[in-house]
Every structure is written in C-alpha cells, then in structure tokens.
C-alpha cells in the first residue's frame, strides 16, 4: 500500500514504523514530521496508509486524523501492541490485510482543534468555539465550521465528523446540520417535535422532529432556557440581529 509516514524523525514511532514497513512491503511516498506537514502532504500524495505516532506534537495525531480529508485513508496508531499484532501475521499480504481492519478512531483520545488548510494556509481550530456545522450539499465532504463571526471549510463528510468528536459536543438538529448545545442560548419550541435554537453569536436554527428529543434532553442537562406558555422568550435575545443566517427550517436531504 502507498504509505505515509507521520512521526518525528528518530523518535521510537518511527522504529515501529519501520518494522510494519518491512513486514508488509509498503511504498512508502513520504515521512512527515508534524501534523500541519501531514495534511499537505496527505492532499498532495493521497496515501492509502498513514503510520501515525500517537504523541504527535504540538498538534496532536487525534486532531490530525479528524481534520483528514475525506477519503481518507487508513490510520494506524503506531504502538507497540497494534505493531506486535500485525506483525504476527507473517507474510506481506497477511500483514497488509491486518492493517487494513485495524479501527480509525483510538479510544480514550479526545478531539480538542481541528486543522483547516484554506489557500494554502492553516487554521487551528478549538473544537469548543465552534457553534454549529452544516454540510452544504450531500454530494460532496465539505462541511462549514461556523465559529463566533467566522467561518471554514473542512473537507469531510458530516456523519464521520461528528463520530470523531467529543460524545454530545455537537448533536444534530437537521439532517445536514449540528449544533453545539452549550453555545445554544434559549430555545423556542414549537409543538413537541420542533423547536427554533438561538445561539450565542446570534444565528438562529431550525430543529426538525427527529432530533429535537436528544437535543432537548441534552439542553436540559445544561439549564438551557426554554421558551413556553407560562415563559415566553427573552424580547431582547430575539430581537437581536443574526450575525450568521442559519438554515430557514429542516431540510429533506439525505444525512451524510
């Protein structure tokens, strides 16, 4: 398989890295030494491995794998039980198809920033300052983080986004969009199924049926106020301008 390699030089991952590369005579195309030099070199080569040091820094291999563009390819964290279990195969093929079953996300790793590579130039991103996401259209992985006042563009597909995020950091609330409960400031439910988020940067967004009775429970669990009969909305929330135009309503695309 064609392979790139993602650990700094002479560190113990790269011996690791070296011991899979023999046993399964990968190609390797290039070394790279930090997270920001994997992602260019991950667009450029388009790998189909990636050998990944699991103390990467000062960017993280988690961040680095969850900022991956789609398809990306497959991630082996290089330590030394993964190394030991592959090798363990014997022969080229037995050891290419361990790899190739070995799991993408590595427990008990929590995405705290994302990398953005806009232009040639990157962004780092705290995953906590992000209030929503949206996948514009289905067809394509290109999903908008929307910060305070600005926002990116990170090629991935939504669903496998959010499987790399901190559980219940950002829950859907329309099939192409996520929001982060924490940044929503009062909700305004409409009947027992919708309801309208006010964040708080401003935007305004639509939760359709199927999603508002996890992202209810999860605003309950913080407090969230809630519009009703006996306690209207705050006037001076709603009245505020939009500083970002959320989708109008619930949109009928396939999730993504």
């Known amino acids: ?6 650990a700094p030089s002479g560190s113990p991952a790269c011996a690791l890295a070296q011991r899979l590369i023999d046993a399964a005579a990968l190609k390797v195309l290039d070394h790279a030494h930090t997270a920001t030099e994997a992602l260019a070199m991950a667009r450029a080569l388009q790998p189909e491995l990636m050998l990944l040091d699991p103390g990467l820094k000062p960017l993280g291999a988690a961040e680095l794998a969850a900022s991956l563009h789609d398809p990306a390819p497959q991630l082996v964290w290089l330590t030394h039980e993964v190394v030991r279990r592959c090798v363990a195969a014997e022969g080229p093929q037995r050891v290419n198809d361990a790899l190739k079953r070995l799991p993408r996300r590595r427990l008990g790793v929590e995405v705290r920033r994302l990398i953005v590579l806009e232009q040639g130039r990157f962004t780092t991103l705290d995953v906590a300052d992000i209030r929503w996401l949206e996948l514009p259209d289905a067809r394509h992985p290109a999903v ?40 929503v400031l009062e909700a305004l439910p409409h009947d027992k199924s919708r309801a309208t988020l006010l964040l708080d940067n401003g935007t305004r967004l639509a939760c359709g049926p199927q999603f508002w009775p996890a992202l209810e429970a999860s605003l309950r669990e913080l407090d969230t106020p809630m519009a009703s009969a006996d306690r209207p909305p705050t006037p001076s929330r709603w009245s505020a301008p939009w500083r970002l135009d959320g989708p109008p309503g619930p949109d009928d695309g396939a999730a993504s």
């Open 144 to 183: 908008l983080l929307h910060g305070f006042n600005e926002s990116h563009v990170l090629h991935r597909r939504l669903g496998g986004l959010l499987d790399d995020l901190p559980p219940g950091g950002m829950l859907r609330c329309q099939n192409r969009v996520a929001v982060a409960p924490l940044h």
């Open 1 to 6: 398989m064609r392979t790139l390699v993602v």
